[in-house]
């Protein structure tokens, strides 16, 4: 018999997606004598997986075409991947499928929180990371609206194939100023192609509220007006309680 024998595959390429599977169809050209395994294995089992990883064919289904399936791995980077499915079969010349593995994922901010609070003259910090491992360094460059209030850094954490997903602190630094009242800044952590983060960062009074004037007042109780003003705004309504030898304030709701 001048036949030589081959293994006929029902394609040479696979496109499928990370998660996704794809198949092909694997028989011999012509009968064997005997048993002939048929082994299978991908080139890169990070990018795709193929199972069975074995097929046998004997003379009474060598023309049957058997199943082959190959899975895309779902990873944790942002990059598009390939992978060679090889099939080789004793006395025949080995075959190949390439599989190229289409990328699901895409790249995020990840920012431990939307709001951060902490007293006036102290410092407060929002830590900022990468959802996946990104394909070349990465840059998030941190910007305030107004940096009396809160004033970040370092203000460009840089990330890399190897420190994407550890979470990297930007320290929130505030000054002492003349005023009772609360303020508010907003940090935005942006980078190219990606959607951008805000943190709103409240800066508390440590200072505590105070009437004015503080001594000097007309008894109300007899019948006589005294005019009473805050120092400065309250978190929530206060409420003033006039009685005999002092005046009482309080946070209303409580």
Do not use: H, K
């Not at 994922?105 to 990840?110: G, K, T």
Request: aromatic share 6%; hydrophobic share 40%; charged share 10%.
């Amino acid at each position: 018999d001048n036949d030589t024998q081959a293994l006929q595959l029902s394609t040479g390429s696979l496109a499928i997606g990370e998660g996704g599977t794809g198949t092909f169809t694997v028989r011999l050209a012509f009968q064997p004598s005997g048993t002939v395994t048929v082994n299978l294995a991908s080139t890169d089992p990070g990018a795709a997986g193929v199972s069975p990883a074995t097929l046998s064919f004997g003379p009474a289904n060598y023309a049957t075409p058997q199943l082959v399936t190959v899975t895309g791995v779902q990873d944790a980077d942002i990059q598009p991947e390939t992978a060679t499915i090889s099939v080789t079969g004793a006395g025949a010349p080995g075959a190949a499928v390439s599989v190229s593995v289409a990328e699901d994922d895409q790249q995020q901010l990840v920012v431990s929180t939307s709001s951060l609070a902490f007293p006036e003259t102290t410092v407060g910090g929002v830590s900022v990371s990468l959802a996946f491992q990104p394909v070349s360094t990465t840059t998030v460059p941190v910007s305030t609206s107004n940096a009396a209030v809160a004033n970040p850094g370092p203000t460009t954490p840089t990330f890399t194939t190897a420190n994407w997903s550890t979470p990297q602190v930007v320290s929130v630094s505030t000054t002492l100023d003349a005023d009772y009242n609360f303020a508010t800044a907003t940090l935005t952590f942006a980078s190219a192609g990606l959607t951008s983060r805000n943190t709103v960062v409240t800066i508390v009074e440590p200072d505590i509220l105070e009437l004015t004037p503080t001594s000097g007042w007309t008894c109300p109780f007899d019948n006589n007006t005294t005019s009473l003003r805050l120092r400065g705004n309250p978190i929530n309504d206060l409420v003033v309680t006039a009685m005999e030898g002092s005046v009482e304030g309080s946070v209303f709701p409580a």
